[in-house]
């Protein structure tokens, strides 16, 4: 006798009916059946972490995801290819070229677009190069936004509070030199206007340390290379 799958309606707890698929297996022994395994059909499937993580480590299928989800969950492996490539090479959609776009096509035909069908999160027709999102594909959208939100945050940081120097580190918005240099620009101008303590250099020379200042602070980048 072999294993057998049938359907029958359980009762919970609350009193609500609801469908089961109950998976039955011959006993080697006296060939009676035992069941297995109760699983409820309104049971949404999870992925597991490994596949959650897989999936989300390649920016590309990343930006699958991103591209499906703001097209209705659907799109063509042309336009998805090229929207991809004008993304990665930051240029518009009519800025790239063949080989751009191409590079990107094969790596979604070939690897991307078939690991996201095999997990599960996309049907992927490759006939007529279609790819509809599935409803496992709701899992990946808070890792997404999450790091849509990060992006948008750190954008939103460097341009309101300075600029990002090329160790990493964020300066302020203003440098110092600006500050300084505009520091004597405000004592000459006091200097020339006869305020107490200021007034004990002549124009010429409140002149003369206005232009060392701004030299000073022009060669400033030479020596710092």
């Known amino acids: 006798m072999t294993g057998e799958t049938f359907t029958e309606t359980l009762g919970d707890a609350d009193g609500i009916e ?34 959650l993580f897989e999936l989300l480590k390649n920016q590309r299928r990343r930006d699958a995801l991103e591209y499906l989800k703001a097209n209705d969950g659907w799109a063509t492996l042309s336009d998805m290819a090229e929207h991809i ?11 790239i070229n063949s080989k751009q776009r191409k590079r990107v096509y094969i790596g979604l035909y070939q690897c991307h677009l078939p690991k996201m069908a095999e997990a599960g999160v996309v049907d992927y027709d490759k006939n007529r190069g279609t790819i509809q999102l599935n409803d496992l594909a709701a899992q990946l959208y808070p890792y997404l936004d999450a790091e849509e939100n990060a992006a948008r945050t750190t954008e939103a940081d460097v341009g309101t509070t300075g600029t990002v120097a090329a160790d990493g580190d ?56």
């Open 18 to 51: 609801r469908d089961a698929t109950v998976v039955a297996a011959p006993e080697p022994q006296n060939e009676t059946e035992s069941v297995v395994a109760v699983v409820p059909d309104d049971v949404e499937p999870e992925l597991a972490r490994d596949t």
């Open 170 to 225: 964020e300066t302020t918005g203003v440098p110092v030199e600006s500050s300084a240099l505009a520091g004597v620009g405000v004592a000459a101008l006091a200097g020339v206007a006869g305020v107490p303590g200021f007034e004990l250099l002549s124009p010429t020379l409140w002149a003369v340390v206005c232009a060392l200042s701004m030299l000073v602070v022009a060669a400033l980048p030479a020596v710092r290379t």
């Open 85 to 95: 490539a004008a993304k990665e090479n930051d240029l518009p959609l009519e800025g």
